[in-house]
């Protein structure tokens, strides 16, 4: 059975940077609390109607596609994770696909819609389609861009100053090495408390002010419902919506949890791992978990303090980063670990 490997890697972020002071000039925040509270000093926001989510994902998956030294024909699938599409439907993937030039309909684009956990569910779905010999070469790319759908008001503070823009990208191939590439990946997923951290609206349950459609001029029918109305719209009700504490709390138990589970499917010990690179939710949520395990600095790696949390994109750009420093060589364990909306979270651990 082969296994599969990280061939390629590559991430881009939008040149518009916005620092805590940017953010103060629209909302009641300030530098100091953005900073004491998550760690963050500045995040990259899309040049509007240029930058779409899509065409950050596509220029992660050309700078992916080139460290593999590889074409985008000779991929067999793409991967496209992330909560912040183009489109309503259809979804990224296929935009993805147009953007890079492929017009080989054997290569279809599959989407997915985990949020924080999307890459490591991603990279989940490539390694077993890679083990079971279904295809080769999968590129898996995750990308948002947040600045577009928050609320820019004091209102949206707590939410608001933790997102940002960006996307990274890997392509995943077969190999017949065994001590190489993915060794485990763990996914799970707990419904109980979708709706502690989401954006609700516009969705199928009719919205939160459905009945308003008279606004629009006509009255309500029995197909009367809509997914979205203008008084969403004025009464804010299009925003993400998060209990930040309450977050916070499941965060800190679950990545521990969710790193001990592929250490133990491998044999490993936290001393084997060589870096840990976390969702980059929130620097004092790294902080907890690395303390919690016991691992010193260098055996993990952060830069939300310049990109914020970029959501499925945070994985692979704080991977393709690292990489790029020279922190990550061939032998090194490396450990990927999400949690987020969903709740979902997982984790995988990649000899390199
Ligand atoms: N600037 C200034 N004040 C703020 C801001 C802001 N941006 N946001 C909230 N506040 C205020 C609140 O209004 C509140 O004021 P009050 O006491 O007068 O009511 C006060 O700060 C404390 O609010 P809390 O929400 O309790 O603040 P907390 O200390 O919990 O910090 C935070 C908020 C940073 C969101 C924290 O809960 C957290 O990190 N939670 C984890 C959530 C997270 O990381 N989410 C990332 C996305 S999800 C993911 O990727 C897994």
Excluded at 2 to 9: A, D, R, T
Excluded at 98 to 107: A, C, H, N, V
Excluded at 273 to 283: E, G
Aim: contains cysteine; negative net charge; aromatic residues 8%.
């Amino acid at each position: 059975m082969p296994s599969s490997y990280i061939k390629g890697i590559g991430f881009y972020v939008p040149g518009n940077v916005v620092s805590n002071d940017d953010l103060a000039r629209h909302m009641e925040t300030s530098d100091e609390w953005i900073q004491e509270r998550t760690g963050i000093q500045e995040r990259r926001y899309s040049t509007k109607h240029k930058e779409t989510t899509s065409i950050l994902g596509t220029n992660a998956a050309k700078k992916a596609l080139t460290n593999a030294r590889m074409k985008a024909e000779e991929l067999d699938l793409i991967i496209f994770a992330t909560l912040s599409p183009d489109y309503y439907f259809p979804g990224c993937g296929v935009l993805l696909q147009r953007q890079l030039g492929i017009t080989k309909t054997e290569i279809p684009a599959l989407d997915i819609r985990n949020q924080c956990s999307g890459f490591v569910y991603g990279l989940s779905v490539a390694d077993a389609f890679i083990r079971s010999g279904m295809y080769q070469n999968i590129l898996l790319v995750g990308a948002e861009t947040h600045s577009m759908g928050l609320d820019f008001s004091t209102e949206g503070r707590n939410v608001t100053v933790i997102f940002g823009d960006g996307a990274g990208a890997v392509v995943l191939s077969a190999t017949s090495e065994t001590d190489r590439g993915i060794l485990a990946t763990r996914i799970h997923a707990d419904g109980t408390h979708a709706e502690e951290l989401a954006m609700i609206n516009p969705g199928s349950h009719g919205g939160v002010h459905a009945d308003d459609l008279t606004i629009f001029g006509y009255e309500e029918s029995e197909f009367g419902k809509t997914f979205i109305s203008p008084k969403m719209i004025t009464d804010g009700m299009i925003y993400p919506n998060m209990n930040g504490p309450f977050v916070f709390k499941n965060a800190v138990a679950r990545f521990p949890e969710v790193i001990g589970e592929v250490l133990d499917a491998t044999g490993l010990v936290k001393e084997d791992i060589d870096l840990l690179v976390c969702h980059q939710a929130n620097l004092r949520i790294s902080q907890f978990v690395q303390k919690r395990m016991g691992l010193r600095d260098d055996q993990v790696w952060n830069n939300i303090q310049k990109y914020g949390n970029t959501t499925a994109a945070s994985i692979p750009i704080a991977l393709a980063e690292a990489v790029e420093a020279g922190k990550v060589k061939k032998g090194d364990l490396i450990c990927l670990a999400a949690f987020g909306s969903g709740f979902t979270w997982g984790a995988s651990l990649i000899r390199w």
